[in-house]
């Protein structure tokens, strides 16, 4: 059962454009959703989060959307470079669940980014 | 620099053995993960612990067992390794309420079962 559905499953982008992920959640108990960047061989790194109590979170180049009626919510890298090609994870939680989740995280399948120069 | 280490890089095994995943934190953590990673189907929960022996169940357990003895350490055990446990293996450890600074990850560990 995949309760994050992530698109596309690859991306590729020339230099400067930009580059959008798109994510979809089932649950609506859900109320974390980071992105994860992996670079070859190295583990997954939280490069940007939003709580659904606000629309948009942006930080330099990044820029999270969330539509928290279609349960919905996208990464958006403005002015793609060559050093953002790596695979891109959308995640959710239930961040303030007490018992226990922990905040364990679902993460979408993937998106692989490629910029050119 | 807080690190999550896993013990080993690659790994080959042969079908039908045991085969014990290391990963060792050094941030106090409080709770620890077991992800597996293959293309096109993302990352997903093996097991999660959120203290000293306690473990829990994630989406796919079938076919893996934890340990967790000590807080800084969390093991993943394959008890007979099958050729469908070929994957890529993560751990992570994070502290809960840390909104901003999410899970830490190691660099992960892929293992080859033949």
């Known amino acids: 059962q995949q309760q994050v559905k992530q698109s596309p499953q690859s991306l590729i982008v020339q230099k400067g454009g930009i580059s959008i992920i798109n994510c979809a959640y089932e649950n609506t108990a859900f109320d974390y959703f980071p992105w994860y960047q992996q670079f070859p061989g190295k583990g997954p790194a939280l490069l940007i989060a939003i709580r659904p109590d606000v629309s948009e979170k942006k930080e330099g180049r990044f820029t999270i959307s969330f539509n928290k009626s279609a349960k919905q919510f996208s990464l958006h890298i403005m002015d793609s470079q060559p050093g953002d090609s790596a695979t891109y994870f959308c995640a959710a939680s239930i961040f303030n669940a007490g018992g226990t989740s922990y905040g364990k995280l679902t993460f979408g399948q993937g998106t692989i980014l490629t910029v050119h120069p | 620099d807080v690190k999550v280490t896993q013990s080993s890089r690659y790994l080959v095994k042969r079908t039908g053995e045991k085969v014990f995943l290391e990963c060792v934190q050094d941030m106090d953590h409080e709770n620890m993960f077991w992800y597996r990673q293959d293309p096109g189907l993302g990352l997903r929960l093996i097991y999660f612990?959120?203290?000293?022996?306690?473990?829990e169940k994630g989406d796919i357990p079938e076919g893996y067992s934890v340990s967790r003895e000590k807080k800084e350490r969390f093991s993943l055990i394959l008890e007979s390794a099958s050729t469908n446990q070929t994957s890529m293996y993560l751990c992570?450890?994070?502290?809960?309420?840390?909104?901003?600074?999410?899970?830490?990850f190691g660099s992960g560990t892929r293992l080859t079962v033949v």
């Open positions: 612990s959120y203290d000293v022996k306690m473990k």
């Open positions: 992570a450890s994070s502290s809960p309420g840390h909104f901003n600074y999410g899970y830490t």
